[in-house]
């Protein structure tokens, strides 16, 4: 299963654009990206998935270059309710089911 | 709808006793997964379950650990002869079908072994 990277912490304020970027040199080309969000005291939350270009949803956007090595998701205008941590994690569909290996994740801290 | 839910919320016990753990995914869903979440660190997957049968267990650390779901449903993870070590937060999740790309997390079961 391909790495991946991302910060371990941002810092934003309310009403910005916030942009996480997590690079995965080593995806494979079944691999799917997908992103998902964690509160504290709760289990994550899946937010968005995709595979390449752009992927837009009622929460986030997904930027995956061409080159797949990297993605970025994006949150549009933030809420003191956005601070969490956000995963990044490659996803293979291997055995019949996906296999979610979760990293540190980036901690995102929203302040008024 | 019902979301996933596990109980206890909080499980404190003694170093050396048994714990079982409960999760009760969202209802029809075929698939079922136990992580293991310590301080400051992401999800770790231990099994998982497609119908009745643990279709991958090698998260599981050790031979203390086990879990079942005997009909398909509820799930148990059971920990025998408990260790400091074992303290962390238990989250289960459940999606639609294997294949699905969302799973849907429980609020977790928090260990503590004293």
Redesign the interface.
Known sequence: LAKTTQPISMDSYEGQEVNITCSHNNIATND?I?WYQQFP??????II?GYKTKVTNEVASLFIPADRKSSTLSLPRVSLSDTA?Y?CLV?L?S???????????TRLAVHP | GAG?SQTPSNKVTEKGKYVELRCDPISGHT?L?W?RQSL??????LI?F?GTGA??DSGLPNDRFFAVRPEGSVSTLKIQRTERGDSAVY???S?LQ???????????TRLTVT
């Not at chain 2, 400051?40 to 997957?45: D, L, R, S, V, Y």
């Not at chain 2, 969302?102 to 609020?107: L, R």
């Open positions: 799917y997908t005291s709760q289990g994550p939350r899946f998935q941590v995963y996803v569909l055995g019949g089911y996906n296999k979610l290996i979760f990293g540190a994740g | 996933v698939a997964y992580y400051g660190q992401g999800p770790e997957f998982y497609q279709a991958d989250l289960c999740a999606s294997a294949s699905g790309y969302e799973q849907y997390f429980g609020p977790g």
